[in-house]
């Protein structure tokens, strides 16, 4: 499948489409799945109604997922939805039941759940809420079943980089500390605050590893650096979660960010390889 938006891409670019020229944006992709022979195509609009978006995105985009659904049914390919893992945000962007009856899956981004300026560290994506962590994976897809859809549908997102912080103080380590900034970048993906897999691992080796059971999160401190991020023990939480729960099951993003060159002696692409050990046999072979 291939993936349109991201975010990078401006709401108001998928407003503007969805409400004026939707014939155009459907059958543009029809051609393309078929002369590239992808399988189908993921929305990921971040998000409806937000980030320069407008208050009739909710009943646009509830009009265009029927009508590319139809559409694609005629050249059989697939409709995948990525959707926002707050509540506050999904409620007035998604239809649940448009979602549940016309896609064959919705990814939920549940990571990253800060919103604006960051003042303290933050867990990439705890799968239970603390005091310190009020959504997590599992509020997430709490509040999303709550609104009728379809969970065997509902695919958990899970990031394969890390989230890197500078300390305003290294008397101050546990989640939720001051920050002065952002991690430096890595030396191959060069952007402040994120690490991948294959960056982190020679650089985690010198840290001292702080595991909490509570939220089911990992993360490592040295002096100023404070560094969070996915193990194979936190993702087979995740994983896990899916199958107990009769979820559809993950997702994992992005690909390139993952250890794809088993840089960390765990294998390549050591995300994908948890994932498929849960998914297929239930058990954790990584």
């Not at 890390?162 to 500390?177: D, G, I, K, P």
């Not at 960056?199 to 040295?222: F, G, I, R």
Request: with cysteine; hydrophobic share 40%.
């Amino acid at each position: 499948m291939i993936l349109l938006g991201g975010i990078y891409e401006s709401s108001a670019t998928f407003s503007t489409a969805v409400a004026s020229y939707p014939d155009t944006l459907i059958n543009n992709i029809a051609l393309f799945l078929t002369r590239h022979n992808f399988d189908g195509i993921d929305i990921d609009w971040r998000y409806p109604a937000n980030r320069g978006g407008q208050s009739s995105d909710k009943v646009n985009f509830q009009k265009f997922i029927i009508r590319l659904r139809a559409r694609l049914n005629m050249i059989n390919k697939l409709l995948a939805v990525s959707v926002s893992p707050r509540n506050a945000v999904f409620s007035n962007a998604y239809d649940s039941t448009t979602l549940s009856l016309y896609a064959d899956m919705i990814n939920v981004y549940a990571f990253n759940f800060t919103d604006g300026v960051e003042i303290w560290t933050n867990n990439v994506a705890p799968m239970y809420s603390d005091n310190t962590s009020p959504i997590s994976v599992n509020s997430s897809i709490v509040d999303w079943i709550a609104t009728k859809v379809r969970k065997d549908k509902l695919n958990i997102v899970v990031a394969t980089y890390a989230r890197t912080y500078t300390l305003a103080r290294a008397t101050r380590t546990t989640v939720a500390s001051p920050i002065s900034g952002p991690g430096p970048a890595g030396s191959n993906t060069q952007k402040a605050g994120y690490l991948a897999q294959y960056e982190l691992c020679p650089q985690k080796t010198n840290y001292v590893t702080v595991a909490d059971d509570s939220t089911k999160t990992v993360y490592y401190t040295k002096d100023l650096s404070w560094i969070s991020s996915e193990t194979s023990d936190t993702l087979a939480e995740k994983y896990s979660y899916a199958v107990i729960n009769g979820l559809g099951g993950v997702a994992i993003y992005t690909l390139d960010w993952d250890d794809w060159n088993n840089d960390c002696g765990m294998g390549e692409f050591p995300s994908v390889a948890v994932a498929q050990d849960y998914l297929y046999s239930g058990t954790n072979d990584a």
